[in-house]
């Protein structure tokens, strides 16, 4: 069926840096797109990035560009999510999930999930 | 506020039916762009539960249903049970933002 698990997250000061990873296994990842989606405490889920299967087209909300910058390693089966100048409203657990396609254009739906990274920021 | 409109809560004695719907616009669900639906329960990932509009994947079960008309779209659980409690998630594709855009998510109550 497939499966994804993030880590690196944690408590950061505003204004630092982290990054983000996800681990897949048990499908072929350059077969597909994927994302990152977080989810702000007490709040709904908001899209913050996506990448195609060869790197070739990413994408980000807009309350995240310029400082966010999402990769992947088709070698490693690996998503990472790179967060500079962080905010305290950047506080959230952050998902990465699983396109059903290859290019993320178009908007189809997210298949699989990992379980989330909680990512703090605060001083 | 989100792209894409919820209402906020809905409820429903067990055994009955519901609706949420979810409202978008000419540069998302009007353009042409799939809506998907999703399950979430605290502590736990999303749960697709419906994709292209109207398709379950394998598991899910047939009183769960989903349809699109227009700018909108809407999901409809019958035969509601304790567990469908929980907060569902609309999502599309924004080709203003060239991005995926949710909606706020509505909050399922079984009476």
């Known amino acids: 069926e497939g499966q994804l698990v993030e880590s690196g997250g944690g408590l950061v000061q505003p204004g630092r840096s982290l990054t983000l990873s996800c681990a897949a296994s048990?499908?072929?990842?350059?077969?597909?797109?994927m994302h990152w989606v977080r989810q702000a405490p007490g709040k709904g889920l908001e899209w913050v990035s996506g990448i195609s299967w060869n790197s070739r087209s990413v994408g980000y909300a807009d309350s995240v560009k310029g400082r966010f910058t999402i990769s992947r390693d088709n070698a490693k089966n690996a998503l990472f999510l790179q967060l500079n100048s962080l905010r305290t409203e950047d506080t959230a657990f952050y998902f990465c999930a699983r396109d059903r396609r290859p290019m993320f254009q178009g908007g189809d739906a997210l298949d699989i999930w990992g379980p989330g990274t909680m990512v703090t920021v605060s001083s | 506020q989100s792209v894409l409109t919820q209402p906020p809560s809905v409820s429903g004695a067990p055994g009955q039916r519901v609706t949420i719907s979810c409202t978008g616009s000419t540069s998302n669900i009007g353009a042409g762009s799939d809506v998907h639906w999703y399950q979430k329960l605290p502590e736990t990932a999303p749960k697709l539960l419906i994709y292209g509009n109207d398709n379950r994947p394998s598991g899910v079960p047939d009183r769960i249903s989903g349809s699109k008309s227009g700018t909108s779209a809407s999901l409809a659980i019958t035969g509601l049970r304790a567990e469908d409690e929980a907060d569902y998630y609309c999502?599309?594709?924004?080709?203003?933002?060239?991005?995926?855009?949710f909606g706020g998510g509505t909050r399922l109550t079984v009476l």
């Open positions: 048990g499908f072929i990842f350059d077969d597909y797109a």
């Open positions: 999502q599309s594709y924004d080709i203003s933002r060239s991005g995926l855009v």
